[in-house]
């Protein structure tokens, strides 16, 4: 929605806040995405594999 892809995103950049809400954190290697780039440059293996 925003066009920012993360980069890093692993378990330990996800924080919960008191209310339960995930914010994520760790924006060291954002990327922003211009309106014609789409789809992902990096999946992890367990999405090539569908698990």
């Not at 066009?3 to 995930?22: C, D, E, F, Q």
């Amino acid at each position: 929605q925003c066009g920012i892809v993360h980069g890093s995103l692993k378990p330990t950049n996800i924080l919960t806040r008191v209310n339960g809400t995930a914010c994520i954190s760790d924006y060291g290697m954002i990327e922003v995405q211009t309106s014609g780039s789409n789809g992902h440059r990096y999946f992890s293996p367990e999405a090539w594999k569908g698990v």
